[in-house]
Nanobody, 115 residues
Framework: QVQLVESGGGLVQPGGSLTLSCAAS????????MGWFRQAPGEQRDAVAI???????NYANSVKGRFTLSEDNAKNTVYLRMNSLKLEDTAVYYC?????????WGQGTQVTVSS
């Protein structure tokens, strides 16, 4: 069983920045996939940025050039740096990992972009 704990959400003005963190309960080096999804009220949960074991990171078109996913293997943590935030980025952001054939989710962290 892998636990994923997110942090770093909050309220930010349009154009601002936030960094989300996701700490895993074990070494992430061998995780097949790890990244972030988001879900706005009344909408489905969509992938934002997913990193594969080969080192490739895939971004949703809506966040390309603004969001950056990075990892710190020593801390078993992945980060999502979000720049130039827009109103439509408002959502609950979920950390996700695919490990040894099982998918895991964090509890979610709220990001609200508002003036």
């Amino acid at each position: 069983q892998v636990q994923l704990v997110e942090s770093g959400g909050g309220l930010v003005q349009p154009g601002g920045s936030l960094t989300l963190s996701c700490a895993a309960s074990e070494n992430i080096f061998g995780f097949k996939e790890m990244g972030w999804f988001r879900q706005a009220p009344g909408e489905q949960r969509d992938a934002v940025a997913i990193m594969t074991v080969g080192g490739t990171t895939n971004y949703a078109n809506s966040v390309k050039g603004r969001f950056t996913l990075s990892e710190d293997n020593a801390k078993n943590t992945v980060y999502l740096r979000m720049n130039s935030l827009k109103l439509e980025d408002t959502a609950v952001y979920y950390c996700n990992a695919f490990v040894r054939g099982t998918e895991y989710w964090g509890q979610g962290t709220q990001v609200t972009v508002s003036s």
